[in-house]
């Protein structure tokens, strides 16, 4: 199913920012579905100086966006928004919360970062970058969940949805 054009949220704090914007999402998709049905959505930012990066509009924002991040470190954050598929007075019940994860750059050489634009990959990435495709190269360290970088915090969903796992064993 598409998602609905939906507006998000871009100032504030950072960890506030990506569950209100999951929760969005959530709603969004929730209120052209039927009772029973589970949604999750998700947002993902990634944070230097207490400051979210974005998703660079252009190649120059993206450059800005490496070279900011090139030898230090970083943090991802990964909201993740549940409805139902259970409902009470108010709508479909909601979950949710945030994964964070240190990732930490090594230093970018203009040749690298060059490449990395013209291979387009960054379009549509939070910080400009995608850990699962050619910006692993930029990785010298990970604490914490790597499927939050790649942007599904799986160890999140695991803990706001335990009955996931438990009907998962039984394909």
């Not at 947002?43 to 966006?65: F, H, K, Y």
């Not at 990970?142 to 790649?150: F, H, M, P, Q, T």
């Amino acid at each position: 199913m598409a998602l609905p054009e939906v507006e998000e949220k871009r100032e504030g704090e950072p960890r506030e920012v990506v569950v209100t914007n999951a929760l969005t999402k959530a709603r969004a998709v929730a209120a052209r579905r039927k009772a029973g049905t589970l949604v999750i959505a998700g947002d993902t930012e990634v944070v230097i100086d207490g400051s979210a990066l974005g998703q660079p509009a252009d190649e120059r924002e993206a450059r800005w966006c490496l070279e900011a991040l090139s030898g230090r470190e970083h943090e991802v954050m990964g909201g993740l928004a549940m409805l139902g598929p259970e409902r009470d007075d108010q709508g479909f019940v909601e979950r949710s919360g945030v994964a964070v994860t240190r990732v930490r750059f090594a230093e970018l050489g203009g040749e690298l970062v060059d490449a990395y634009l013209e291979s387009g990959e960054w379009k549509g990435r939070a910080g400009g970058y995608a850990v699962q495709g050619l910006g692993a190269a930029f990785v010298q360290e990970i604490e914490g969940d790597l499927s939050n970088v790649i942007g599904l915090p799986v160890g999140l969903l695991a803990s706001l949805a335990p009955e996931l796992l438990r009907s998962a064993g039984h394909n």
